[in-house]
């Protein structure tokens, strides 16, 4: 059996580029750095508003 070989398509890593993961400490680094605000905050906001990258930025005041 010939296994069909499979495109890598940009769609995942766009999905994840939207959100952020506030257990990961490099992203919540990256965020933080990124709005001038602490990673607590970062934390803090991402517990508040969900995970979606433009409610956190927005709850960040960004």
């Known amino acids: 059996m010939a296994v069909a070989n499979k495109s890598k398509t940009a769609r995942g890593r766009k999905q994840d580029r939207a959100r952020v993961a506030g257990g ?11 709005t001038r605000k602490s990673a607590s905050a970062v934390k803090k906001a991402v517990k508040k508003v969900g995970n979606a990258r433009k409610r956190v930025e927005k709850r960040l005041g960004r």
């Open 24 to 34: 990961q400490d490099y992203e919540v680094q990256y965020e933080a750095k990124k």
